[in-house]
């Protein structure tokens, strides 16, 4: 699975939009793009994922480039409660048994400030 | 809901202990993974399990047996307990149907080794 690079930690001020950015230039091209967060002392949270189109859910969107190499997750409005550490991490579509492999790094600490 | 169900939430062991982190999910998922985390970092996977009677090692197993004996449950077993066992333990379950289903996990085990 590609590594991918994100920046220790960004803030945001609350009803603004937050845009965490996310390198991932040895990504293949079965490889996709996942976000989870995590919220202090809680398991990780599902947040988004994408191939090669922008993706959009009632949490977030996904921006990825044209040539896949980085991606963008944008919370349109944040809040006081998506102050958490926010994961990036890409993974091949369909490697048999390590399908169900998840590779975390450090994550982005978001920080939200009223 | 009952999703992904981990016990005990908090776990005091002495070094030398035995112990089984349980897992259970209700979601009929076929892969079961167990991860660590460590303050300051990332979680890292420790072992998977694709199906019943099917496990494989992650990045970090010394110290740390699985089985998956039925599709709910993923136990997971410290034989004998060392200090550095000392972390937070997530376990996380997804679907196999359609490609990149996102994991769930549970709330973790907060496990301490003296």
């Known amino acids: 699975d590609a590594k991918t690079t994100q920046p220790p930690s960004m803030d945001c001020a609350e009803g603004r939009a937050a845009n965490l950015p996310c390198n991932h230039s040895t990504i293949s091209g079965n490889e996709y793009v996942y976000w989870y967060r995590q919220i202090h002392s809680q398991g990780p949270q599902y947040i988004i994922h994408g191939l090669k189109n922008n993706e959009t859910n009632e949490m977030a969107s996904l921006i990825i480039t044209e040539d896949r190499k980085s991606s963008t997750l944008i919370l349109p409005h944040a809040t006081l409660r998506d102050t958490a550490v926010y994961y990036c991490?890409?993974?091949?579509?369909?490697?048999?048994?390590?399908?169900?492999?998840?590779?975390f790094g450090r994550g982005t600490q978001l920080t939200v400030w009223p | 809901n009952a999703g992904v169900t981990q016990t005990p939430k908090f776990q005091v062991l002495k070094t030398g202990q035995s112990m089984t982190l349980q897992c259970a999910q209700d979601m009929n998922h076929e892969y079961m993974s167990w991860y660590r985390q460590d303050p300051g970092m990332g979680l890292r996977l420790i072992h998977y399990s694709v199906g019943a009677g099917i496990t494989d090692q992650g990045e970090v197993p010394n110290g740390y047996n699985v089985s998956r004996s039925t599709t709910e449950d993923f136990p997971l077993r410290l034989l004998s307990a060392a200090p550095s066992q000392t972390s937070v333990y997530f376990c996380a379950s997804s679907s196999r149907q359609g490609h990149n289903q996102p994991q769930h996990f549970g709330d973790g085990t907060r496990l301490s080794i003296l």
């Open positions: 991490i890409v993974r091949a579509s369909d490697r048999g048994s390590t399908l169900g492999r998840l590779y």
